[in-house]
């Protein structure tokens, strides 16, 4: 009995994009080799076609089209010599590296307090002085204050805040010299159904002094 010619997936060609798959790639090679520009240029149409009837999710995404010509590109290892209705890119550019994403910034070495907290503190200091920003100060400190909290799981003082949210300012916000105080901890921890609205401070309520 004759021995079956089998092909092992460890000795076939590696598909370039795989979500096609090796129908398909066999396909684009066949293209790539055909002798006449006109014949290239009417198989790969065909093949377009195939590629949108496989890929429906993206008809809905901006340049279908364009992306799957450029699909078509890649999977011929750039070889494919057909007229694209599109600006064909180029090798180094489909594959050049993103440029590399910084770091969110931290509250230094207060990270309890959240990656979007010196965010927070850069803005309100670009804000004219006013009942405003003193409100949105607040409401800063505030949820400072419920981060400390939620880290240490008991109680500080709203001066540890108030001299942390002066370091983070680079000493422009001092809290110290006002008379409000910060939201009471066992407030801040209370679960609610609902968010809160952002508080202003109580002009009715002093701090001791």
């Known amino acids: 009995m004759d021995r079956f010619d089998l092909e092992y997936n460890s000795e076939r060609e590696k598909l370039i994009i795989p979500e096609y798959g090796r129908h398909i790639q066999k396909l684009v090679n066949h293209c790539v080799n055909l002798p006449s520009k006109e014949e290239r240029n009417e198989m790969a149409n065909a093949i377009i076609n195939v590629m949108g009837n496989l890929q429906p999710h993206l008809r809905d995404v901006p340049d279908f089209k364009h992306k799957l010509w450029d699909q078509l590109l890649i999977m011929s290892d750039f070889r494919l010599d057909a007229d694209s209705p599109y600006p064909k890119p180029s090798k180094d550019e489909l594959s050049a590296k993103p440029d590399a994403l910084g770091y969110p910034k931290s509250a230094s070495k207060y990270k309890f307090y959240g990656n979007n907290i010196q965010i927070m503190i850069d803005t309100a200091l670009t804000w004219e002085d006013g009942e405003l920003k003193e409100a949105l100060i607040y409401t800063i400190a505030n949820h400072m204050k419920k981060c400390y909290l939620n880290w240490n799981k008991d109680t500080v003082e709203d ?3 108030f001299e942390h949210l002066n ?6 916000i001092n809290l ?10 066992k407030d801040l921890l209370r679960k609610t159904a609902s968010k809160s609205k952002v508080p202003k401070p109580s002009p009715g309520k002093r701090r001791k002094r």
């Open 159 to 161: 001066e540890i805040i």
């Open 167 to 172: 370091e983070l300012s680079n000493g422009k």
């Open 176 to 185: 110290n010299t006002k008379l409000e105080t910060l939201t009471e901890s």
